[in-house]
């Protein structure tokens, strides 16, 4: 029979829900070009050493600590060294586990300025001989699944690809190019978000995935050109959702009258996304004039969003009072919109704080860094999605057989 950890509620779910009930935030520095001057060291695998500089007509504090160097811990570094499987192994792996087979839901986002390594984090480089981490999310949601289906289980996946630009969603998938503009809903009473229109692909496995992903970074690509506007400027998302139907034994705690001692099929639902955001660098040092100014504030309208979430969430983290708790401001922007299920605790969040070593690059390095410091204090109760029982007409249990069982979804 088809078994699942999502059903064990023990000390053991206990320890992977605190290890992983907060966002998991990695710091990733990118190799130092030739001929520039390095100002961030890598010290092992928790700690990063930064040399510090004077920010450019910084204050007199600033000047002082010039040349001072410090050390600063995170939950994991990674190096110039470090390869994509590294850093898809410690950031992405658990999350989709969990997703997979705890019916989670999943965000993995790659932050910093322009140039830093974000969209090599997320895509690779071409021809990506060194596959970015949503190349391997793809695989490796897919072997989970073919793993379990092999055991008498069932499962659909759905892909989406939209890119956020000027708070507007534009759909990567649309069918006929010139891609389609997307409104984001929520649906208050039931408690969802929704891109009204987006298309939802159906995936059989990993190839027809990332067929799509492809596409979608075709059309991001053209769309750029033709709009003319850098990629930088927007944020990217690609999602998997992830229907399953699984044969499980009732939980052993749990009252089954009338059921007997034989399996239920269960119904779990979960969704992992993966997000190339914009450059966080400020809007004053790249954008100047008119229209760029606009799309630079709008844009920072986003980033500033997910920053002020994560910080009502870290002051959560520290309130003991549960009636005091911070509203986290979700609904001012698109991007935090689109994360609400991701940052109240329903999901699992992780970041990778991506950092250029360069010296001219100290200061959105810092600011990278500080913001990761501050995602990383962020602690939240990561709830799995129920298991919900299948519905059938005799009353008793359906019990789906391979990947031909009961149709799945609505
Ligand atoms: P961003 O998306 O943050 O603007 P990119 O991912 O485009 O930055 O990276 C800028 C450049 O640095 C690209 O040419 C990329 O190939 C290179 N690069 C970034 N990170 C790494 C890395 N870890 N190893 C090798 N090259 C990298
Ligand atoms: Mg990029």
């Not at 071409?126 to 072997?143: E, H, K, L, N, S």
């Not at 389609?180 to 159906?202: A, Y």
């Not at 870290?314 to 005091?324: S, Y």
Request: include cysteine; aromatic fraction near 6%; glycine fraction near 10%.
């Amino acid at each position: 029979y088809f078994s699942t950890p999502a059903l064990a509620v023990d000390a053991e779910e206990a320890v992977a829900t605190d290890r992983l009930g907060h966002i998991r935030v990695a710091v990733r520095v990118r190799p130092l070009p030739s001929g520039e001057d390095g100002i961030i060291e890598v010290a092992g695998s928790n700690a990063i050493a930064v040399k510090k500089e004077a920010a450019t007509g910084g204050n007199e504090h600033l000047r002082s600590q010039q040349g001072r160097v410090e050390e600063r811990s995170f939950d994991r570094v990674f190096g110039p060294l470090a390869t994509q499987a590294e850093v898809y192994d410690w950031t992405c792996a658990p999350l989709v586990e969990e997703a997979v087979s705890g019916g989670k839901n999943a965000t993995v986002f790659v932050y910093g300025a322009t140039g830093a390594g974000k969209t090599y984090t997320m895509f690779g480089d071409a021809p990506r001989a060194q596959q970015g981490v949503i190349f391997r999310g793809v695989r490796d949601v897919f072997q989970r699944l073919e793993g379990a289906a092999d055991d008498g289980g069932n499962f659909q996946v759905k892909v989406s690809f939209l890119e956020l630009y000027n708070e507007s969603v534009n759909d990567l998938l649309q069918e006929h190019g010139g891609g389609g503009l997307c409104k984001v809903l929520e649906d208050e009473r039931r408690g969802i978000v929704k891109v009204q229109h987006l298309r939802e692909v159906e995936a059989k496995n990993a190839d027809e995935a990332l067929q799509h992903l492809e596409a979608g970074m075709l059309a991001r690509t053209v769309e750029a050109t033709a709009a003319n506007f850098q990629s930088s400027r927007a944020h990217a998302a690609f999602t998997l959702t992830v229907e399953r139907v699984a044969r499980v034994q009732p939980e052993p705690n749990r009252m089954s009258f009338g059921r007997g001692a034989g399996q239920e099929a269960r119904q779990l639902h979960s969704r992992i996304c993966f997000i190339d955001l914009a450059g966080s660098e400020r809007a004053k040092a790249t954008l100047n004039h008119g229209a760029s100014l606009k799309d630079g504030a709008r844009i920072n309208q986003s980033l500033l969003a997910l920053a002020n979430c994560i910080d009502a969430l870290t002051a959560r983290g520290r309130e003991k009072v549960p009636t005091l708790r911070k509203k986290a401001p979700y609904r001012d922007s698109k991007l935090t919109l689109m994360l609400k299920s991701s940052l109240t605790g329903d999901g699992l969040v992780a970041m990778i704080a991506n950092v250029h070593p360069g010296r001219t690059h100290f200061e959105d390095s810092n600011n990278t860094l500080e913001y990761a410091k501050r995602a990383s204090s962020v602690r939240q109760p990561a709830r799995r999605n129920s298991w919900a029982l299948l519905p059938s007409p005799t009353g008793a249990c359906s019990t789906p057989h391979g990947r031909s069982g009961p149709s799945l979804g609505t």
